[in-house]
């Protein structure tokens, strides 16, 4: 199975990141073939704080294959602000977005 999960969470104050961790954990346990998260909106400062739960998961041995995508589009003003994203995130356009979302057997999206 393959998922696809946008985070798009509606302000810098939501939770959508821990049910996004806890959900991934979950969806480990069902050994999927692939998971590809995009991270959109308020949930792209997220590629750009060094100590997050995501290094950890990414990090970690995993039989499938994780994708840690970022709105290039919203990374752009932090980039230009010279903070550097983590290198387990890789910038994305809405294109590679929606290929994610056509290859995945579901899609979720937690605001």
Do not use: R
């Not at 959508?16 to 991270?39: D, G, M, N, S, Y």
């Not at 750009?48 to 995501?54: D, R, S």
């Not at 970690?60 to 983590?86: F, H, M, R, W």
Request: hydrophobic residues 45%; proline residues 5%.
């Amino acid at each position: 199975m393959k998922y696809c999960v946008l985070i798009n969470p509606l302000s810098n104050k939501s939770h959508a990141q821990t049910h996004v961790v806890a959900l991934l954990e979950a969806l480990l346990l069902q050994k999927p073939q692939k998971i590809t998260l995009f991270f959109y909106g308020y949930a792209v400062n997220l590629a750009f704080i060094k100590h997050n739960p995501w290094q950890k998961l990414i990090k970690q041995p995993t039989e499938p294959v994780i994708d840690l995508l970022v709105c290039s589009t919203v990374a752009e003003n932090y980039l230009e602000n010279g903070k550097q994203k983590l290198p387990c995130f890789q910038l994305a356009g809405l294109g590679q977005w929606l290929d994610a979302v056509l290859d995945a057997d579901k899609f979720m999206e937690i605001i």
